[in-house]
């Protein structure tokens, strides 16, 4: 009886103190992966993004950069194309690095 009423004592001072609720920076990785995947973002473009956004230099709301607004248009080219597997990755390297087809 002593030991749940302790166990009752202890998780109602963490409860009280925040320890278990999220951080900060625990919202703001949700909020940046989440706009992250909005966007379509990956590989270095991600990383770019998650690396701003977390630091706080890009908000989760703010426009996208200029390699950001390329990979998205690259990307739309690449679906309306109907590009799949090796094709759509030499595509899309291609376009990411600014190179005509």
Do not use: H
């Amino acid at each position: 009886m002593k030991r749940m009423m302790l166990i009752g004592l202890v998780a109602g001072a963490l409860l009280a103190t925040g320890a278990w609720a999220e951080t900060a920076q625990q919202e703001r990785m949700k909020s940046c992966n989440a706009d992250a995947g909005k966007q379509q973002l990956s590989g270095d473009a991600r990383k770019a993004f998650m690396k701003s956004c977390l630091s706080g230099g890009a908000k989760p709301e703010s426009k996208a950069t200029a390699q950001q607004q390329r990979m998205k248009d690259c990307n739309a080219e690449a679906s309306s194309k109907q590009m799949k597997g090796d094709a759509r990755k030499a595509f899309m390297k291609s376009c990411l690095s600014g190179k005509s087809n």
